[in-house]
Nanobody, 119 residues
Framework: QVQLVESGGGLVQPGGSLRLSCAAS????????MGWFRQAPGKQRELVAF???????NYADSMKGRVTISRDNAKNTVNLQMNSLQPEDTAVYYC?????????????WGQGTQVTVSS
């Protein structure tokens, strides 16, 4: 079982920045692909970015150039630095841990942290 706890959300003005953090209680944290997703009211949850166990990163087209995902395996944390935020980035942001072993997918979610971009 993996527990994920997000932090760092809040209210920010358009053009501002936020840094989200996710602390994981995973025994083999370094083996998980870690990701950030978001869900705006009335919309489906969507991928923001992920980082593999090997450090490969992938970003949603809408976020490229504005966000950076990073992980610290020694601290069991994954961070999302978001810059140039716009009102359309307002959403609940969720941390995700994914692993696959012996043909079985393991998928864990945090409780989410609210990001509101407004003047």
């Amino acid at each position: 079982q993996v527990q994920l706890v997000e932090s760092g959300g809040g209210l920010v003005q358009p053009g501002g920045s936020l840094r989200l953090s996710c602390a994981a209680s995973a025994r083999l944290f370094s083996t998980y692909t870690m990701g950030w997703f978001r869900q705006a009211p009335g919309k489906q949850r969507e991928l923001v970015a992920f980082i593999t166990s090997g450090g490969t990163t992938n970003y949603a087209d809408s976020m490229k150039g504005r966000v950076t995902i990073s992980r610290d395996n020694a601290k069991n944390t994954v961070n999302l630095q978001m810059n140039s935020l716009q009102p359309e980035d307002t959403a609940v942001y969720y941390c995700n841990a994914f692993s696959r072993a012996y043909g079985v997918n393991y998928n864990y979610w945090g409780q989410g942290t609210q990001v509101t971009v407004s003047s």
